[in-house]
């Protein structure tokens, strides 16, 4: 094999370590909006049930392992922005993933580049499929 064959050969092996790495990346993005998406459920049902009950019914709030008396108004408040910061993580993950996504494209659209462009490195691989 000359020169240009390992050199092919390694921008190979570097290129498919990056689509792996991406792609873990992709997964941990996705994971981390379903984990987003739980907690905007659970937010919303909370506020739900809480908007049913009467004003002046006692509410408590925790604040690490301790509990606190907190007016109806103040927890639904603190539920809002709670949903808010959710919606604008969720936006910013959402961003995130798609800018993954086409950092992926790019790097498969590079390999398939470099099997076109070097037959022995087809050869040296054999029937591995790239999809």
Do not use: W
Not at 33 to 57: A, F, H, I, W, Y
């Amino acid at each position: 094999m000359d020169e240009n064959d390992e050199r092919a050969v390694q921008e190979f092996n570097e290129l498919q370590d990056k689509v792996m790495m991406q792609a873990e990346l992709h997964h941990k993005v996705q994971q981390q909006e379903r984990m987003l998406g739980v907690q905007r459920q659970r937010c919303s049902l909370t506020k739900q049930e809480l908007q049913n009950m009467p004003d002046q019914t006692t509410m408590y709030k925790s604040i690490g392992r301790a509990y606190f008396c907190s007016p109806k108004a103040e927890v639904l408040k603190e539920l809002d922005e709670k949903a808010a910061q959710i919606d604008a993580d969720s936006k910013s993950l959402r961003e995130q993933r798609d800018t993954v996504e086409k950092k992926m494209k790019d790097t498969e659209a590079q390999l398939r580049e470099l099997l076109g462009q070097s037959p022995a490195l087809v050869r040296r691989l054999g029937a591995v499929k790239i999809q």
